[in-house]
DNA sequence: GTCGATAATCTCGATCGTCGAGATGTTACT
DNA sequence: AGTAACATCTCGACGATCGAGATTATCGAC
């Protein structure tokens, strides 16, 4: 039975990793709907999540965010101005610095598609109880720790 | 309470969107180690989870599955080919079809890489019983089922 | 205040991945 | 044989990214 329990384990693997490429599907799905690319995509999901935190990105800290170079920051923050999905806006106390706020019709976008996929998610936990959930969190911390430590090249055992 | 638990539900959501960004983050070290881009190791990939089926994919099955023009196709096997990653084998059954095999070096780098992280991943749920490893895979389940559902544009409620 | 050091951003030229259109070689059907 | 369907490859173009260097703004020391 020791057999057995190693491959539901390693079946879970599997399914987390089919996850994964579904998941991303969806990204490259709104992508394509809104005529970006990934990384247009990763900037908009940046910015978002930082407008959440109540902070205001400037063009380094989103270089940083999706790791690219200046060049490119500069690049993408034209063409994501250029389709009206975000706006320039120097910061009055530190003139160097270039804010980068989302327009309205782009919070909505990403609303509605990202947000109508958190839905359906929130939905399908209907049936679980408090006790199952708190099961899949842990699980769910658990894995992203060990993966996070791949991610950066800290080996583990 | 009802408040509690629709928000205990969307942390979980958010903790997959975070383990989806660390799981990409893993596939891109390894890109980055081998001098691959993001595309090179998806078509590996799906080589490898083609072999593990015991299929020989073709070039244009490949296509598919990295949703790729048959011009990129070439192209990209022309780069895994060339730095001996994958080899082109013709079908002597038909002979316009062309076969790709992984040299044994990729297989290698591959099954340690995420061979690896698969092991480790296994090893963190050593501390968890099977009752609750099934609530685990259902849930993976279902929220795939979810995913997939939008990633291929059909909403739901 | 003015000068050098630092920081954030932008411009330019080059490289590389992807695509569309069309060419080439292969198989299946009649 | 002749033709349609198929799999792959070649070619030219476009666009995203990068490295190096220029530009503009700020800060601290004197």
Chains 1, 2 share one sequence.
Do not use: C
Not at 48 to 60: K, S
Not at 61 to 73: I, K
Request: glycine share 8%; no cysteine.
């Amino acid at each position: 039975m020791a057999d057995n329990a190693a491959r539901a384990r390693q079946e879970l693997a599997l399914l987390l990793r089919r996850l994964n490429v579904e998941l991303d599907a969806v990204g490259q799905r709104f992508a394509d709907r809104h005529g970006l690319n990934r990384t247009d995509v990763r900037a908009l999901v940046a910015i978002m999540d930082a407008a959440r935190r109540g902070e205001a990105l400037t063009a380094g800290r989103l270089g940083e965010a999706v790791d690219l170079r200046s060049a490119s920051v500069t690049a993408l923050v034209d063409r994501l101005e250029k389709v009206g999905h975000v706006r320039r806006v120097r910061d009055p106390g530190d003139r160097r610095r270039v804010g980068l706020e989302m327009s309205d019709a782009a919070m909505a976008a990403g609303a509605e598609h990202f947000g109508g996929l958190a839905h359906d998610l929130v939905a399908a936990m209907e049936g679980y109880t408090d006790g199952e959930l708190d099961v899949v969190r842990r699980w769910l911390e658990d894995m992203t720790a060990v993966i996070a430590r791949h991610s950066r090249g800290e080996a583990e055992s």
